[in-house]
């Protein structure tokens, strides 16, 4: 990704920017936890569609450090789902 980022003449500091980014995703912690690696997915798609809308209207941030309060949150949501599509098999009609 870095390379097509040159290609397309991103500016570098938000190449170093990604770089660390996806850095700090794969050394996270919750890699190796009970569906961690999807909490982390969940966490990548949200921050990136943000960073990419705030971009466009040239307010950008710095995506590289993990936010602990949203992560939680994405983590949240992706055990809410996982638990209402176990009870949805196991709920047997009467």
């Known amino acids: 990704m870095h390379h097509y980022m040159e290609l397309c003449n991103w500016p570098l500091k938000h190449i170093k920017s990604f770089a660390g980014f996806y850095f700090h995703l794969e050394l996270n912690p919750m890699c190796s936890c ?7 997915l969940a966490y990548q798609v949200k921050v990136q569609h ?20 949203l992560l939680a949150t994405v983590t949240k949501e992706v055990w809410d789902t996982i638990h209402l599509e176990a009870i949805k098999k196991i709920n047997i009609p009467f």
């Open 34 to 40: 009970p569906n961690g690696e999807q909490a982390l």
């Open 50 to 69: 943000q960073w990419h809308k705030d971009i466009a209207r040239g307010q950008g941030f710095n995506i590289a450090p993990i936010n602990q309060k």
